[in-house]
């Protein structure tokens, strides 16, 4: 079983609808929570940062972290074309220490 | 200005071979990392440095050797390639031990 898992997809939405995100892990020891963003044949860039378990809003994303039930999430309102991408959500135990990625969840937003 | 880049982006070579990735970042960070994503996107870490020290080496064949010959730059080279090292390499920087990472835009190595 891997540290991080993450459904792959492919998840597709319509224009304007919100995108569900989530991530499951078993080390408890995770108090860094990250989403990057990944488009086709480019590298990964970060979307969202929080630490510890709570919510954190930047514009259309929400992550949400619940370290009591070992789940991440990322919520996407009013979905774009361009949101079409790679979402991987990342952890690590500490500054300094090493990311730990799940396998990135694939997103289609159609017009 | 790319803040983090790679060469080559694509190589494409035989089994067998010995081949150098190179990266280069321009955005004054002290950690430099190296990533290997396979085909199914896995995002796994293969080494990190700080200020050209070596602090991260997950269990990674010894064919792969990286090198930092200043803080700017990281590279890695890979001795005798063999089918299953066909991947996409990502370099990445951060500032420090924040874990703000930022990634480079890949190199897809393919090994014939």
């Known amino acids: 079983q891997k540290e991080v898992e993450q459904d792959p997809g492919p998840l597709s939405v319509p224009e304007g609808a919100i995108v569900s995100l989530n991530c499951t892990y078993s080390?408890?020891?995770?108090?860094?929570f990250m989403w990057y963003r990944q488009y086709s044949r480019k590298g990964p860039e970060l979307l969202m940062y929080t630490y510890s378990s709570g919510n954190k809003e930047d514009g259309r994303f929400t992550a949400q972290v619940d370290k009591s039930s070992k789940y991440i999430s990322l919520f996407i309102r009013d979905s774009q074309p361009s949101d079409s991408a790679t979402y991987l959500c990342a952890m690590s135990r500490g500054t300094g220490n090493k990311l730990t990625f799940g396998g990135g969840t694939r997103v289609l937003v159609k017009p | 200005d790319t803040a983090v880049s790679q060469t080559p982006k694509y190589l494409v070579t035989q089994m067998g071979n010995d081949k150098s990735i190179k990266c280069e970042q321009n955005l004054g960070h002290d950690t430099m990392y190296w990533y290997k994503q396979d085909s199914k996107k896995f995002l796994k870490i293969m080494f990190s440095?700080?200020?050209?020290?070596?602090?991260i080496n997950e269990t990674v064949p010894n064919r792969f050797s990286p090198k930092s010959p200043d803080k700017a730059h990281l590279n890695l080279h890979i001795n005798s390639l063999e089918l299953g090292d066909s991947a996409v390499y990502f370099c990445?920087?951060?500032?420090?031990?924040?874990?703000?990472?930022?990634f480079g835009p890949g190199t897809r190595l393919t090994v014939l």
């Open positions: 990445a920087t951060s500032k420090g031990s924040t874990d703000t990472q930022y």
């Open positions: 080390n408890s020891a995770f108090q860094y």
């Open positions: 440095y700080n200020n050209k020290e070596l602090i």
